[in-house]
């Protein structure tokens, strides 16, 4: 990295159930990051890739820079509260707008908490959406 004139700190650690957590912190590395986290992703698919060619398993894995990924959490969350507000008072389903898999998964996990909005993606590819509606009564 010093390449680019940057000196980032590396911390590599075991989460739970098997999930490796990369945490990389430093100065200007944004560039790391790119627009709207899609070099992180990179990072994190190429990154996987290599682990794959070593191991021949898919490792669970994390990458964080500079706190990124958990900032992009708590916006996501955020969104889902919103969502969640139209479902609660309208009664009806509701389309959120258009999220790539790894977003849509924080959101499910986090819908999952709630009693009374359950969510669900339809769809194909780019086209895959996610649909937050009331949680039926039984």
Sequence with gaps: ???????????????NEGLIEVDIRGD????LIGYRG???????????HMLFKQTNEWPSLMVDINGYNQQRID???NLAKRFIDRVRFFQTEVEMPML????????????????????????EGQ???MYLMPKKRK
Excluded: C
């Design 1 to 15: 990295m010093s390449f680019f004139g940057t000196k980032p700190q590396l911390d590599i650690r075991s989460g």
């Design 28 to 31: 200007n590395l944004n560039y």
């Design 38 to 48: 899609q070099s992180l992703d990179a990072l994190a698919d190429l990154l996987g």
């Design 75 to 77: 916006r996501l969350h």
């Design 100 to 123: 790539n898999p790894w977003e849509r998964r924080q959101i499910h996990t986090y819908i999952a908490d709630y009693d009374d909005v359950e969510s669900e993606s339809r769809g």
């Design 127 to 129: 086209g895959r959406r």
